[in-house]
T-cell receptor
């Protein structure tokens, strides 16, 4: 069965530091891959997505993610974190051909001043 | 303003008392979906709809019903709520499929006593 794993439940970084959030998926073919962000008390907002082509994807708010087929990973990165980035981040997989989206358990990011 | 609205935002009810959570979108989207969010489990898809009168089960449909009589509305019905349905519920929509950007509502927090 398809699955998404986000190994880190909580991450704390200092403002200005770099960030990498990990995401691994289990799926037979290349899936559709997404990163969503949920700010406190809000719904989810799409940061970026990957379907095909260039494996380095740029998103909103200065985020990027890299698809690595050999590692079944789609890690999210940001070179310099801002206090407003504190939120919960979800990786999601959309199995091609099916209209279901499978989410990881999420990683909660705290940013220290 | 393009948006997905949900009502109510907060609801406390008792076991067995039927309830409906409404969802409406003003973007003329064909695809709509319901998710529940539980700590440590991320978001899990309950039901989705590809278009009017077309609905299908997600990963956790037990205890829920949906209907799609109009394009803009996708209500979630709990005919006999139980405490294990206490959760945070999100409605989402996208132009035509889950592979496209989904726009999420603000969420409905449900407590079943």
């Amino acid at each position: 069965a398809q699955s998404v794993t986000q190994p880190d439940i909580h991450i704390t970084v200092s403002e200005g530091a770099s960030l990498e959030l990990r995401c691994n998926y289990s799926y037979g073919a290349t899936p559709y891959l997404f990163w969503y962000v949920q700010s406190p008390g809000q719904g989810l907002q799409l940061l970026l997505k990957y379907f095909s082509g260039d494996t380095l994807v740029q998103g909103i708010k200065g985020f990027e993610a890299e698809f690595k087929r050999s590692q079944s990973s789609f890690n999210l990165r940001k070179p310099s974190v801002h206090w407003s980035d504190a939120a919960e981040y979800f990786c999601a997989v959309g199995p091609g051909g099916y209209n279901k989206l499978i989410f990881g358990a999420g990683t909660r990011l705290a940013v220290h001043p | 303003e393009a948006q997905v609205t949900q009502n109510p935002r907060y609801l406390i009810t008792v076991t067995g008392k039927k309830l409906t959570v409404t969802c409406s979108q003003n973007m003329n989207h064909e695809y709509m979906s319901w998710y529940r969010q539980d700590p440590g489990l991320g978001l899990r898809q309950i039901y989705y709809s590809m278009n009017v009168e077309v609905t299908d089960k997600g990963d956790v449909p037990e205890g829920y019903k949906v209907s799609r009589k109009e394009k803009r509305n996708f209500p979630l019905i709990l005919e006999s709520p139980s405490p294990n349905q206490t959760s945070l519920y999100f409605c989402a929509s996208s132009p035509s499929s889950v592979q496209e950007t989904q726009y999420f509502g603000p969420g409905t927090r449900l407590l079943v006593l």
